[in-house]
């Protein structure tokens, strides 16, 4: 987060300094000028408080194909406030080896029943106490679908909203400790 502040500011710093040349170096009336400093001023204060806005909303980019989830925030549909609902998720990448890298992201996907179903399912392991891995699902496995281009999963027909589950989520199994050994002082 830091350096991504750090780089915004560089890049405020290097747009002053071409301002300030455009200043010194042209011929252009003084008021032109300062209507032009006035403008990159407030510029600055108008981007600097968006950016801030928008830090910690949920993506909605694709799920990662395997993710450690951290947390679940359910959001349900009202009709009456036309607010169509969402499932918010809290997950962390995972290597190979299932163990989580990186910091959480927030990711919201489309409310419907069978997401809202496993979801809400995973957020009562979660407050058990219980470590959820999650994995992306595409519907029914079909074992005749082969080729570079296809899916390994048959495609339904309808809106992905409407459909089957958009992932899936596994428990991970306590780990294996070695055993403990007698020490004789």
């Given at each position: 987060?830091?350096?991504e502040?750090?780089?915004?500011?560089?890049?405020?710093?290097?747009?002053?300094?071409?301002?300030?040349?455009?200043?010194?170096?042209?011929s252009?009336?003084?008021?032109?000028?300062?209507?032009?400093?006035?403008?990159?001023?407030?510029?600055?204060?108008?981007?600097?408080?968006g950016f801030?806005?928008?830090?910690?909303?949920?993506?909605?980019?694709?799920?990662?194909?395997?993710?450690?989830i951290?947390?679940?925030?359910?959001?349900?549909?009202?009709?009456?406030?036309?607010?169509?609902g969402?499932?918010?998720?809290?997950?962390?990448?995972?290597?190979?080896?299932?163990?989580?890298?990186g910091?959480?992201?927030?990711?919201?996907?489309?409310?419907?029943?069978?997401?809202?179903?496993?979801?809400?399912?995973?957020?009562?392991?979660?407050?058990?106490g219980?470590?959820?891995?999650?994995?992306?699902?595409?519907?029914?496995l079909?074992k005749?679908?082969?080729?570079?281009?296809?899916?390994?999963?048959?495609?339904?027909?309808g809106?992905?909203?409407?459909?089957r589950?958009?992932?899936?989520?596994?428990?991970?199994?306590?780990?294996?400790?070695?055993?403990?050994?007698?020490?004789?002082?």
């Amino acid at each position: 987060m830091l350096e991504e502040r750090l780089l915004l500011t560089i890049s405020y710093v290097v747009v002053a300094a071409l301002l300030l040349i455009f200043c010194f170096y042209t011929s252009f009336s003084r008021k032109i000028k300062l209507v032009a400093i006035i403008a990159l001023s407030i510029f600055y204060i108008i981007s600097w408080n968006g950016f801030l806005g928008i830090l910690g909303w949920p993506t909605s980019e694709e799920l990662p194909e395997n993710f450690n989830i951290s947390w679940v925030v359910i959001q349900e549909p009202n009709k009456r406030k036309t607010n169509e609902g969402g499932l918010f998720l809290w997950i962390r990448e995972i290597d190979p080896s299932n163990k989580p890298i990186g910091d959480p992201r927030s990711y919201k996907l489309i409310w419907n029943e069978e997401n809202h179903k496993k979801a809400q399912e995973a957020l009562h392991k979660l407050k058990e106490g219980e470590q959820l891995n999650g994995r992306k699902s595409y519907g029914v496995l079909n074992k005749e679908n082969k080729g570079k281009k296809s899916n390994a999963y048959e495609i339904q027909e309808g809106e992905p909203e409407q459909g089957r589950p958009s992932f899936e989520f596994v428990e991970i199994p306590p780990p294996d400790l070695p055993p403990k050994t007698l020490t004789l002082d």
